[in-house]
């Protein structure tokens, strides 16, 4: 494959702002990871400014889901120990707007475990936001399962600007990893936040015992979500689910999907999510170098992600303002 076609075709291509087909992404496993890294940075360099995006979320309702993701601390299937609440109170979410905006966060996620968040609940989450919206203008997104156009459109005249819905992996993994919903109902959703007006958010994670190729599928999948931003999780395999004994994706895995997905998505916002805490700090600046230019601060729903100051320390670091 990697006789048949020139990296620096398929960059060029890229930069004039052309699409890589099918063929072409799965191509790019053939290079040399230092070459693939250097035309994605000069991808990001060419669609990009300086700014990186920080969204920050908070987990307003905690474990007891009915889903069977195989990589989540929050199902019911399985005994993880993880916190278990109901929604929160409503100051909480309007102290986190405040503490996130004063700490120069763009976004704040509010985020329910849950296939969905509607009904009575649904109710109370768009009073919260009503009351973020009357006391901060921070950018509000939502991530609240499998909703329906109508309750987008609740969510949006509350103020929510951008949902957030993961495909979590390329389409022939994701059957091997969860049976009681599939993506094409994550795809009803987004569409639906599309037709509403809505940005999307949706990404994933990968190192669930997927090959290099599938993640090359799962970046195309994504392009039927059309995401303004992707978030790249890093599993932490979670004790007591059927992962926990996953070997950890190397950092140069790591760098060559970021790479990939910056090669497939040259426009999108490239986010840090979970996970990345494993990775050391050269890694993450090399991450941030070749398409990384965002991420979730604070911490991150079942796992500790990083403080604000250290994620606003390294961003500068690797030449962003934050």
């Not at 992404?25 to 053939?30: D, F, H, I, S």
């Not at 609240?144 to 993994?173: F, I, K, W």
Request: proline share 3%; aromatic share 6%.
């Amino acid at each position: 494959m990697e006789g048949k076609y020139d990296l620096s075709q398929l960059r060029d291509k890229v930069l004039d702002g052309g699409q890589l087909n099918d063929e072409e992404a799965y191509a790019l496993l053939g290079f040399d990871s230092r070459a693939l890294r250097d035309a994605a940075a000069a991808v990001t360099a060419r669609f990009h400014d300086r700014h990186f995006d920080s969204c920050s979320i908070v987990n307003v309702r905690s474990g007891r889901c009915p889903e069977n993701c195989k990589w989540c601390a929050q199902s019911a299937h399985y005994q993880t120990g993880c916190e278990t609440y109901d929604l929160i109170a409503p100051e909480r979410c309007l102290q986190a707007a405040e503490l996130n905006r004063r700490g120069g966060v763009g976004r704040l996620s509010l985020v329910a475990s849950g296939k969905s968040s509607g009904g009575r609940r649904l109710d109370a989450i768009v009073d919260i936001y009503n009351k973020i919206r009357e006391h901060s203008d921070i950018y509000a997104c939502a991530s609240l399962g499998l909703l329906e156009y109508d309750d987008l459109r609740r969510l949006r005249d509350a103020g929510v600007r951008r949902y957030h819905c993961n495909l979590e992996t390329a389409p022939s993994h994701f059957v091997t990893l969860c049976s009681t919903h599939t993506q094409a109902d994550k795809l009803r959703t987004i569409r639906a936040a599309h037709a509403l007006g809505m940005d999307v958010c949706s990404g994933g994670i990968i190192g669930m015992g997927e090959t290099a190729r599938q993640r090359v599928e799962f970046a195309l999948a994504l392009r039927q979500a059309r995401p303004v931003s992707i978030p790249i999780n890093i599993l932490i395999p979670i004790p007591g689910t059927p992962l926990q004994d996953t070997p950890p994706i190397t950092d140069d895995e790591i760098l060559d999907t970021v790479a990939v997905f910056r090669l497939v998505h040259p426009r999108a916002q490239l986010r840090f999510a979970g996970g990345r805490k494993g990775m050391c700090r050269a890694t993450q600046l090399e991450a941030m170098r070749i398409g990384i230019n965002g991420a979730i601060v604070g911490d991150l729903l079942t796992t500790i992600g990083s403080t604000l100051t250290e994620d606003r320390e390294m961003a500068t670091q690797a030449g962003y303002e934050f």
